[in-house]
């Protein structure tokens, strides 16, 4: 049996370090703010070569609040990729914002930047650039629309911890940068978490203001916020796992490169196509398959899991009915029914992808 994820194997390689973390927040009593949460901060600031993070309660929220942040006008437009978690679109439009989606490329699945410089209108205010699946977006190119129309940025990296554009850590390359430590993300919490990084001193206070009810210090409000915080028991539980995340991703880009060196010539498969700029940390591998019902169905009773990311493109939700994009020849529309995440994370051995390639070229179509 392959899994697509497996946290308790995760858990017990380093249930030493993990039990004493959480010990020691127990023991001290940080649950709230705290020496744990600060110093996870200051890692993760670093980790991502950023200058400040903010610590969140969860990835939705750190988009959400990065887009509040920047004090749009209501009603402004914001451009999101049609392939990606809805959190991606959701946030946007809590924020007061107005979704416009535009294509997923088909060689990484990340913004297709022709797609986006049509989108643009008037109204637009800012780019979601998704680093799907662990691949980062073509930054250049995406600042240079930016710049040129007065675009901010925002990135959504819940999905590319330590990923690279041009050897850059993304989260800080455009304005802010979100990111998810949902469990099964490549750096995951015992729970759920979030958070915002940036190199703008004031952008960051404001999202760390907006996070603890428009606060400054305790009871002294300058304007009404929310409570999103980053608690002390997963902040501490995140410290730990940072410090393994290189090992773990140096896993997953080494399972991917099998893939991509083994599964090459499979007829009935397209893979995905790492850029030469990329350092992707594959939170996914994603193939495509015109057969891709029936492929899944052999590798399950094949003992190999895999799962769908995802099968109903954004602009075909019923959520987003009203923006009447469902209908357009989008790329991201007609592959969603192709598209298929086989297993990948450092929980797999070198004979797992062994196993995952024999079962797929086993299939016949
Ligand atoms: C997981 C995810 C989010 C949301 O993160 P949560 O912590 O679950 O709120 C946002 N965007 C993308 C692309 C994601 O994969």
């Not at 070569?49 to 006008?73: F, K, M, S």
Request: proline content about 3%; aromatic content about 8%; hydrophobic content about 45%.
């Amino acid at each position: 049996m392959i899994k697509f994820l497996d946290l308790a194997k995760q858990y017990q390689s380093i249930k030493g370090e993990i039990d004493a973390a959480i010990g020691a927040v127990i023991a001290d009593t940080s649950f709230i703010g705290g020496a744990h949460l600060r110093r996870f901060e200051e890692a993760f600031a670093a980790y991502q070569r950023a200058e400040h993070c903010v610590g969140v309660a969860n990835g939705t929220d750190a988009i959400e609040i990065a887009i509040e942040a920047l004090g749009l006008p209501h009603g402004s437009e914001i451009i999101v990729p049609a392939n990606s978690f809805i959190a991606s679109s959701e946030a946007v439009t809590r924020a007061g914002c107005r979704v416009v989606f535009c294509d997923a490329n088909e060689r990484n699945y990340t913004i297709d930047i022709d797609d986006l410089s049509r989108r643009i209108t008037p109204q637009t205010k800012a780019i979601i650039a998704v680093h799907l699946y662990g691949h980062p977006c073509d930054m250049d190119a995406l600042l240079a629309i930016a710049k040129r129309h007065g675009l901010f940025v925002i990135e959504d990296c819940a999905q590319a911890h330590g990923a690279e554009y041009r050897g850059r850590r993304v989260g800080a390359i455009g304005d802010i940068g979100a990111f998810s430590f949902y469990p099964g993300k490549n750096l995951g919490a015992y729970g759920d978490a979030g958070a915002i990084v940036t190199n703008d001193a004031a952008l960051a206070r404001r999202c760390r203001m907006i996070a603890n009810h428009g606060r400054v210090e305790k009871y002294n409000h300058e304007f009404e916020g929310r409570n999103s915080r980053l608690d002390g028991l997963q902040a501490a539980v995140l410290s730990v796992k940072l410090a393994h995340l290189d090992e773990w991703t140096a896993r997953r880009i080494a399972i991917a490169d099998y893939y991509l060196e083994h599964l090459r010539d499979v007829p009935f498969i397209t893979l995905p196509e790492r850029a030469e700029w990329a350092r992707q940390v594959y939170h996914l591998f994603v193939i495509r398959s015109e057969h891709r019902d029936a492929l899944q169905a052999h590798l399950k009773a094949g003992g190999v899991e895999t799962g769908i990311h995802y099968p109903i493109a954004l602009p075909k939700l019923a959520a987003y009915r009203y923006l009447n994009q469902h209908g357009e020849a989008l790329f991201a529309n007609c592959a969603d029914s192709t598209l298929l995440s086989i297993p990948m994370g450092e929980h797999l051995e070198p004979e797992d992808a062994r196993t995952v390639v024999e079962r797929i070229k086993a299939f016949s179509p």
